[in-house]
Structures are given as C-alpha cells and as structure tokens.
C-alpha cells in the first residue's frame, strides 16, 4: 500500500484551477444570454428627409419623405405621427387630402430590427396656411416604446 503515490499537488491545483475556469466561462455565458434576452431596446433614426412642393399655386401641398432605419436589438412600433405638435389627421394615405397633414404610416407602422422604411407626410396648404417655402416644420414621430424621434425638414 505504501508504495502506491497519489497524484501529486501540482498536478492536482492545475487540475482544478482548469476546472474552476471552465465553469466561470459556461456561467459567464449562460448569464450573457440571459442578459440579452432582458436588455433589447428599440432606436429608429430619422436617416434623411426631403420635401418637395407638389401641385400649382394656390392649391398646392408638400410632399415630405423620410427614411425611418431601427438601429435597435427589438422590433419598433410606430404609432403617432406629428407635424409641428399636431397629430396627423389620417393614417395609410395614398395621397394628400385638401385642408390637412395626412401620412403614409400606418397607425401601428412596425420596423423590424436592422430594417429601413419609407415614409411619407403630406402637408396641405389650406389648413396650414401660416407655412411657407422655407418655412421650418418639426416632424415627430412616436413609438409604442415610448420613444420619440424628431426631425426639423424645411419646405421648399
């Protein structure tokens, strides 16, 4: 019995010093994913926007396109679109409608995360008749999250 030796505590502290680090990696993961899950936050940039004036004096409106990219790890929800502090008065328009600012958005506009989507505001003189060419007008947009993005586009 006595001639048999046991493994010796160099050996023995490599071991469980290994050991020990194996596991602080598998739990530092393990708490990264978990962290992840918990930690997605939504951020749409307001990329670019342009306006063009459509129509013939004195009935003419502007056309304002903005390009909308989530930058986020989640999925945002858009749902308010506002012209100067005013709220648009119709969602999922195809054109501009007389005496309003109306919008292409839908009243629950979604963008996934890594996406970019287009948009368009349309701005009828005949209620906004204190606008002007080269009149600054403050576009926000509102998200579900709370969030809002604004963006100053001047009329041309």
Request: with cysteine; aromatic share 12%.
């Amino acid at each position: 019995m006595q001639s048999r030796k046991a493994v010796s505590p160099v050996i023995s502290t490599v071991i469980l010093v290994a050991v020990a680090i194996t596991v602080a990696v598998a739990v530092a993961y393990w708490m990264g994913g978990i962290a992840g899950q918990y930690t997605k936050f939504e951020k749409v940039e307001i990329q670019s926007g342009v306006c063009i004036k459509d129509g013939t004096d004195p009935n003419y409106f502007w056309n304002i396109t903005l390009k909308l990219k989530n930058s986020g790890t989640a999925t945002s929800t858009l749902i308010g679109c506002f012209v100067n502090e005013i709220e648009v008065t119709n969602y999922t328009a195809t054109d501009y409608e007389v005496g309003a600012a109306v919008t292409t958005m839908s009243d629950t506009f979604t963008i996934e995360s890594g996406d970019a989507k287009y948009i368009h505001i349309y701005i009828d003189y005949g209620n906004y008749y204190y606008l002007s060419p080269g009149t600054t007008v403050n576009i926000k947009i509102h998200s579900a999250g709370g969030m809002d993005y604004i963006k100053l586009i001047e009329l041309v």
